[in-house]
């Protein structure tokens, strides 16, 4: 959530980096904002005035009785009692718009950062970087779906029995290399400094609206009516609010957590786009990165963690290009993020695997979650978080590229998680 005396002062520029985004009804949300604004502070001052004249008169009254004035006393009495009737309905209002202020507000995304492209659909993302050689697959070669038939890894049809479409069942070799895929992406995180972690996969409605889902993507994430809980549709929910309404000391800085969690998503309108197979689930799995920074070192992190997760995908040996994204492409939260993209030999496409973002403080804000600086002062962290990695992509990239006579070749970190160094029927 924006701060609004941020966008005071900077009310230009609000509108500027919010026309990057693409973002509707800039203008009209912005002065709204300002003028509950106005109106909350107009409440704030007659409040505390009126507080202040019952405070003055209740201590006259207690000097008046002591002097014997009893009369006096009587009539600034009658007085406090007046003050403190038309007390009510200031607080009252201030109360509603202050409500008002706040939902104003969260309709805001946050403002994309200065290295952000113009731009409106994926087309107008700016590739950064890549590596990796597309594979030259045999004649024969099939997509992933095909080969997860043939070598008996995933059942489509058996998990829509079960559940539904883009619910699938891993078996055998399928689920062994699943298994092999988290506790390498686990170990990779780990060694490099990160913190394990293992979090609820329901939420309740506070972390929601903390990490930016709730008012946002409400319509995208399974709802338990019964207990007003949230299926999460990635660790960074629950991970990052880990430090909701906390303040860390600025020794503690930075916080670098690391999570695999199942994951679910109703994808809602993404229905005859990239479906097949693994492309688009339901229910999938990732391993997730998060880390909390003083403010001053969030791009720094940002790139750093972009360069951590290249290296994991590189040790996978799968052709990858990084791409950053226009404003128009971009999450509601996000300030500034960093698709990366593994390319699907067997189906000619590029599939986006992960995403890494930097959301400056708008979350932070949402969370409460501050440290204290150098000068004994809380001020608020900043928050990232990336895909490290998301795995349906990634294993269709990784039985698509490596398909063979002798089997489905594994990459040679995997061999010891897997057990083999291969997928085979033998």
């Not at 230009?12 to 109106?39: H, S, T």
């Not at 309905?89 to 113009?118: F, M, Q, W, Y």
Request: hydrophobic share 35%; with cysteine.
């Amino acid at each position: 959530m924006l701060q609004v005396q941020f966008i005071r002062q900077n009310k230009e520029l609000v509108l500027e980096r919010l026309g990057i985004k693409n973002f509707r009804d800039a203008a009209a949300v912005v002065d709204e904002v300002l003028a509950l604004d106005d109106q909350r502070r107009k409440l704030t001052l007659d409040y505390d005035e009126t507080q202040a004249k019952i405070n003055t008169a209740s201590k006259e009254i207690g000097k008046l009785m002591a002097s014997g004035s009893k009369a006096d006393a009587e009539t600034r009495k009658q007085e406090v009692a007046a003050l403190k009737q038309a007390l009510g309905p200031i607080n009252e209002s201030l109360i509603a718009t202050e409500k008002s202020l706040h939902d104003t507000l969260v309709k805001l995304p946050n403002l994309p950062g200065p290295r952000v492209p113009a731009g409106k659909t994926p087309e107008d993302n700016l590739e950064v970087r890549g590596g990796g050689q597309k594979p030259v697959l045999p004649g024969n070669a099939v997509p992933h779906w095909d080969l997860a038939k043939q070598y008996d890894l995933i059942d489509f049809e058996l998990g829509n029995k079960i559940t539904g479409s883009g619910f699938p069942v891993y078996k055998k070799q399928g689920a062994r290399l699943q298994r092999a895929l988290i506790s390498y992406f686990l170990d990779f995180n780990t060694a490099a400094g990160y913190d394990e972690m293992l979090p609820p996969y329901l939420v309740n409605e506070a972390s929601a609206y903390g990490t930016g889902q709730l008012p946002d993507k409400e319509g995208q994430m399974y709802f338990v009516t019964e207990d007003n809980f949230y299926l999460i549709p990635t660790a960074e929910v629950p991970v990052t609010n880990i430090y909701r309404d906390e303040i860390l000391k600025e020794a503690d800085l930075p916080v670098k957590m690391t999570a695999y969690t199942p994951c679910f998503r109703r994808e809602a309108g993404s229905y005859g786009k990239d479906v097949r197979g693994l492309n688009r689930l339901h229910q999938f799995e990732k391993v997730e990165l998060v880390q909390l920074v003083k403010p001053e070192q969030s791009y720094a992190v940002l790139e750093e963690m972009v360069a951590h997760v290249e290296k994991l995908i590189q040790s996978l040996g799968l052709p990858y290009r990084i791409l950053l994204l226009c404003g128009g492409d971009m999450g509601f939260a996000s300030a500034q993020t960093y698709d990366f993209e593994v390319y699907s030999a067997a189906q000619d496409k590029w599939l986006e695997v992960s995403s890494v973002s930097n959301f400056e403080s708008y979350q932070t804000n949402r969370m409460k979650a501050r440290y204290k600086d150098s000068n004994g002062k809380n001020q608020l962290l900043h928050s990232l978080n990336g895909s490290s990695l998301a795995l349906p992509r990634i294993m269709a990239c990784l039985l698509e590229n490596n398909q063979s006579a002798e089997g489905i070749m594994l990459p040679e970190v995997l061999h010891r998680y897997f057990g083999k160094d291969r997928i085979s029927n033998a």
